[in-house]
């Protein structure tokens, strides 16, 4: 089966734009959890969300903001770009809220780069 | 406040000899950790996990242990082979039976493996 499907894969912007990104989980998977990765930070965890809610929300600015369709898709926006938010957007899909047994099926991600 | 940390950002083994990663935690709360490994441009794949009724897991060459009352865990990979050179995170959880709760993931160790 299709695993985790994260477009684009790569993205270049100019400060002050705005950008979104696009999530297709697992087939079947309902819930759809959103990180930032950066060198020294690791995997920052922005929002979760599950039929279309969102059930958590990570410590960034309200710039990040996301939205779950009907057919679990994803969407990430975010406004205002600034430098440092250049990073790998991770997207992981799982059946349920939480983790699993085996944890998220992770996509291969968006790599953002703000200049 | 980094609630999962993996003070080595880097570790270097020689080819067939043992692999040591560490983790620590601070939220006592979290009762499951899982590792995941992750090579460049793919995202995070689970490699193995532990709740915290056990203080050991193992899966072939991979065993995790855990010590709560030090709020520890390790990965240990033997022996260590080319293809296990790659960035590992430590996660954790609070309560996978209640679900709904998101991976603190630490900053990860870039292992390489030299032949």
């Known amino acids: 089966k299709a695993g985790v499907t994260q477009t684009p894969r790569y993205l270049i912007k100019t400060r002050g734009q705005q950008v979104t990104l696009s999530c297709s989980p697992i087939?079947?998977?309902?819930?759809v959890s959103w990180y930032q990765q950066t060198p020294g930070q690791g995997l920052q965890f922005l929002f979760e969300?599950?039929?279309?809610?969102?059930?958590n929300k990570g410590n960034f600015p309200g710039r990040f903001s996301g939205r779950q369709f009907s057919n679990s898709r994803s969407e990430m926006n975010v406004s205002t770009l600034e430098l440092g938010d250049s990073a790998l957007y991770l997207c992981?899909?799982?059946?349920?809220?939480?983790?699993?047994?085996?944890?998220?099926?992770f996509g291969s991600g968006t790599r953002l780069t703000v200049v | 406040d980094q609630q999962v940390k993996q003070n080595s950002p880097s570790l270097s083994v020689q080819e067939g000899r043992i692999s040591i990663l560490n983790c620590d935690y601070t939220?006592?709360?979290?009762?499951?950790f899982l590792w995941y490994k992750k090579y460049p441009a793919e995202g995070p794949t689970f490699l193995i996990s532990?709740?915290?009724?056990?203080d050991k897991n193992e899966d072939g060459r991979f065993t995790v242990f855990l010590n709560k009352s030090a709020k520890h865990l390790s990965l240990h990979i033997v022996p260590s082979q080319p293809g296990d050179s790659a960035v590992y995170f430590c996660?954790?959880?609070?309560?996978?039976?209640?679900?709904?709760?998101?991976?603190?993931f630490g900053q990860g160790t870039r292992l390489t493996i030299n032949p």
């Open positions: 992981a899909s799982s059946l349920t809220p939480g983790q699993g047994n085996n944890g998220y099926t």
């Open positions: 087939s079947g998977h309902r819930s």
């Open positions: 969300y599950f039929s279309e809610t969102q059930r």
């Open positions: 939220n006592s709360m979290f009762d499951y």
């Open positions: 532990i709740s915290s009724i056990k």
């Open positions: 996660a954790a959880s609070r309560s996978i039976i209640q679900g709904a709760q998101k991976l603190v």
